[in-house]
């Protein structure tokens, strides 16, 4: 085989193996068992995702064992940065955000993550790593 | 030679090589410049919590603050902007791989568009560098074989049929998300529109998507002409707001779908064919080319 034969064979297969690396990550979203929600490689423009994302307000409340205290200035910090990552609603993000937030604020139990839309409110616990 | 390789090595114009290169590599600069400004601006980012979109970047990239990313992106900026004078790999990789950190260090940063220049970029390495042509010439003349031109054609192609899949659900079909898009519009959109805009839109992207995966090869002037006017409207008429995403697809539809058909040999509705020979020449020409 000569080089240029090899070369070419060489830039074929990168060619395919490109192409094939960008089918991965949709293909994995429609038949793997990962979080509907998270549509980030998976060229979900404008999907009844995107619509609930629209509709929909999320928002959140901590459960503390006991009195807490509360640096408003931090909250309003974590809410302006993190609230549109909640109302993303991709799990393994919310749980990271969630632990960060036990891990930041002693004394917090557990975190409930509200979805409002319109009449129906959906509400998920996120218990803190550790806590009873 | 299988028909994959006739189609990845099969000679394009030198001008939309040309164009495909200098036209990504601008609309990029101006989109970075854009972005650091904005970036300064935003309070999205929280010092005491990083989260980026593969856990492995969280170990190794320092906290992303908003001047980091501010400075990441005009460095895009910069190393674009040069690129457009001299597009060499030593200005390209640094583009491509700055960019694709400027969206990956963060998940406040979810645009999808970013994560396809990210594909467009890294293409742009694999060019063969085409130069402007003789003296008196404002254009470079002759066909080049560029591997990279039929992926990126291949790319966008995945990107439209994926986008096109993405819209197969009840409330897609339905016409649910055409009824938002459209609730600005109220007085002059009658809402029995909406299941079929919602059905032409896939048949239409699945259509697109064709005409990218020959694009190299074959033009169709009325798709190209109707692309065009489906992101102009998308941003116009129906407000969505997409930005630069919708410039990088005009832009590309002006170089792959070629509507006024400028690219020599468009003037049929195939280029050109090559004898072996020649494309085998036109292969070695392309390898010989002096790159930075």
């Given at each position: 085989m000569g080089t240029r034969s090899l070369r070419r064979r060489v830039v074929v297969f990168a060619f395919v193996l490109g192409v094939a690396l960008q089918c991965v990550p949709p293909t994995v979203y429609y038949l793997g068992d990962g979080d509907p929600d998270d549509e980030r490689f998976a060229w979900r423009m404008f999907s009844s995702t995107w619509l609930r994302r629209k509709v929909c307000r999320v928002d959140y409340d901590d459960l503390f064992d006991g009195r807490p205290r509360i640096d408003r200035e931090a909250e309003l910090r974590f809410d302006a940065a993190w609230l549109p990552v909640l109302q993303r609603r991709w799990d393994w993000a919310t749980r990271r955000v969630v632990q960060h937030r036990c891990e930041a604020r002693p004394r917090l139990r557990r975190v409930r993550v509200h979805e409002v839309c319109g009449p129906r409110r959906v509400t998920v616990e996120y218990p803190c790593p550790g806590a009873a | 030679m299988n028909a994959l390789e006739r189609h990845g090595f099969a000679p394009v114009s030198a001008r939309r090589v040309f164009v495909l290169v200098r036209g990504v590599l601008i609309i990029t600069a101006f989109d970075a410049f854009r972005l650091a400004a904005g970036a300064l601006q935003?309070?999205?980012?929280?010092?005491?919590l990083a989260i980026a979109h593969f856990e492995l970047l969280d170990r190794l990239q320092p906290t992303p603050t908003a001047e980091l990313r501010a400075g990441v992106f005009l460095a895009v900026g910069l190393f674009s902007a040069l690129a457009v004078v001299r597009p060499t790999r030593w200005l390209l990789v640094p583009v491509a791989l700055l960019q694709t950190w400027s969206w990956s260090m963060t998940i406040h940063d979810n645009f999808q568009h970013h994560y396809f220049v990210s594909i467009l970029l890294w293409s742009l390495v694999s060019m063969p560098r085409v130069a402007v042509g003789p003296a008196g010439s404002r254009w470079p003349r002759g066909d080049v074989v560029a591997p990279g031109f039929s992926f990126v054609a291949a790319s966008v192609g995945l990107t439209y049929f994926f986008t096109a899949v993405a819209k197969v659900s009840p409330a897609w079909v339905r016409g649910d998300v055409v009824a938002h898009l459209t609730m600005h519009l109220a007085p002059y959109w009658s809402s029995s529109l909406n299941p079929w805009v919602a059905c032409l839109t896939i048949f239409f992207e699945l259509l697109v998507a064709a005409a990218y995966v020959f694009a190299p090869r074959v033009r169709w002037r009325v798709i190209a002409l109707a692309t065009v006017s489906f992101h102009v409207c998308a941003e116009l008429v129906f407000g969505l707001a997409i930005g630069a995403f919708s410039i990088y697809m005009v832009a590309l539809a002006f170089v792959f779908l070629d509507p006024w058909r400028v690219a020599p040999g468009s003037k049929g509705r195939r280029a050109e064919p090559v004898e072996q020979g020649h494309e085998e020449s036109l292969f070695a020409l392309a390898r010989a080319r002096p790159r930075g």
């Open positions: - | 935003s309070r999205r980012l929280d010092a005491d």
